[in-house]
């Protein structure tokens, strides 16, 4: 029904690799406020988009992909566009 952003992100990352679609993970470290705040997203390569939200990895763009959904530890679902980076 659901799962982490670990889970979620391995799983978007199986299908993109499936695809033949170059990905990443992108790791947030943890606030200092907070310990579990950690936080694991996807950057998918699709090229240059000319806009913000990617980290450039071996020469490549990778956008950011935000795959939980879910802003910090809330479970509010909220939907990201590629390369949006949450707040």
């Known amino acids: 029904k659901g799962g982490d952003c670990v889970e979620l992100s391995v799983l978007g990352a ?10 990443v993970f992108f790791y947030v470290p943890p ?7 950690a936080h694991i997203a996807l950057g998918v390569h699709v090229g240059e988009m000319g806009r913000k939200g990617y980290k450039l990895f071996e020469g490549k763009a990778y956008y950011y992909a935000e795959m939980a959904g879910t802003t910090g530890t809330s479970n509010n679902r909220v939907s990201y566009k590629l390369g949006q980076l949450p707040q």
């Open 31 to 37: 606030d200092s406020s907070d310990p579990d705040s």
């Open 14 to 23: 199986t299908f993109l690799t499936i695809a033949d679609i170059s990905n």
